[in-house]
């Protein structure tokens, strides 16, 4: 087995370093794959590849900056889904509560600093998405905080209607999936 070659361990530590958890935590939130990484990922290999089989420095080269244009815009395209898909989290968990029952959150520390992290989110250009995504992890660890402190106490349940229809829903389906099993068998 031939091993890397050591010009691109630099190369192959930031697609293992930044892209993998990115990719990692992107499929555990959303529980699917980023498309535009079906491109970015084989081509960054595909130059490496060719970096491999090159006879010149200058080719070399050349497929060395391609391989590195291809994982920025894997990570970048990585760090766009996250961040829209961490807002839209955000966005929901705002939509579940009324601004009273944030403002009665630890003491309302809570709302405060929330509402000034969205404000900051919102203001940060598309350009600093390593910024926003900070913010937005800083704001998902917030919500889990105030879950796991206030679920207890009721504060943050979902309303009745809510709980019913999820109940409801979830007796259907598991008499749906008794009944297809009860037919093939």
Not at 16 to 43: G, M, Q, W
Not at 78 to 99: H, P, T
Not at 108 to 121: A, D
Request: hydrophobic share 45%; aromatic share 10%; glycine share 2%.
């Amino acid at each position: 087995m031939k091993m890397l070659n050591p010009q691109l361990k630099p190369l192959y530590d930031r697609y293992c370093s930044e892209l993998k958890p990115l990719i990692a935590e992107y499929e555990s939130r959303n529980e699917n794959f980023v498309t535009p990484l079906l491109h970015d990922i084989p081509s960054m290999f595909d130059n490496i590849a060719l970096y491999e089989r090159a006879s010149t420095a200058e080719e070399k080269e050349e497929y060395m900056m391609d391989a590195e244009k291809c994982l920025d815009s894997a990570i970048e395209n990585l760090r766009v889904c996250l961040v829209a898909s961490m807002m839209e989290d955000v966005n929901q968990f705002k939509s579940r509560f009324s601004r009273e029952i944030l403002d009665a959150l630890d003491d309302g520390r809570f709302c405060g600093k929330f509402f000034r992290l969205e404000k900051e989110v919102r203001a940060i250009k598309n350009t600093d998405l390593q910024a926003a995504y900070r913010k937005l992890k800083e704001m998902k660890n917030m919500i889990a905080e105030c879950h796991a402190g206030t679920l207890a106490t009721g504060l943050l349940s979902d309303n009745k209607v809510t709980t019913v229809f999820k109940w409801l829903f979830t007796i259907a389906v598991a008499l749906i999936i008794n009944l297809l099993i009860f037919k093939l068998l």
